[in-house]
């Protein structure tokens, strides 16, 4: 059974940096422990980083968040360096949600039938989503990986999350609830 713990955008400019917090500093400790029991488990990992460039804020974002964050390739950008493993995959991505899970995801699996080659894309049977924020990146994250892996058991670590507040925290796990994520760890 695949098994896949995604670590989203837990940078250093979201946890002592430009966009840092208390409650995103508090869930280091348990962060880490989770990412040591995948690694223990020989399970998959994956972490994401928010990447901006230089014009950030003429962008969409930058319009919205004014301050400038996550700049490719600065210390901001990079995992906190007590949890980030250089052995797995790292994914770049310029906005909340990453619209390129498949690429990363899904295993391509070549079946023989009738002498024709099929591409079946094969989702991992459990998925489960832990960093920041609850409510903007790890929500968008958790309604795409529904839409694109919809057998799959998606599970959000609440005690591996921090939001934006801890009212908006509590709201975005109300609405994964909603769709069917299991939210554990509350
Ligand atoms: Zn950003």
Redesign the pocket.
């Known amino acids: 059974m695949r098994k896949v713990l995604i670590v989203v955008d837990m940078q250093n400019d979201f946890v002592t940096g430009v966009l840092g917090s208390n409650e995103a500093l508090k869930i280091l400790p348990n962060v880490k422990k989770k990412i040591e029991q995948y690694i223990a488990s020989g399970d998959e990992i994956i972490y994401t980083r928010?990447t901006?460039f230089d014009s950030y804020l003429d962008t969409n974002?930058g319009k919205h968040l004014p301050v400038k964050?996550?700049v490719k390739d600065t210390d901001g950008w990079q995992i906190v360096a007590e949890i980030d493993n250089v052995n797995y995959k790292h994914v770049d991505k310029h906005t909340f949600g990453y619209s390129d899970w498949n690429r990363v995801l899904t295993e391509i699996q070549f079946e023989n039938a009738n002498g024709d080659v099929d591409f079946i894309e094969v989702c991992p049977e459990e998925i489960e989503i832990i960093g920041v924020c609850t409510d903007i990146c790890v929500v968008s994250n958790a309604l795409i990986l529904k839409a694109l892996c919809p057998e799959a058991e998606i599970t959000v670590d609440a005690s591996c999350c921090a939001g934006v507040t801890p009212e908006s925290h509590r709201a975005a796990l109300e609405t994964m609830k909603s769709c069917q994520i299991n939210v554990v760890g509350e």
Do not use: L, N
């Open positions: 928010d901006h974002e964050h996550c």
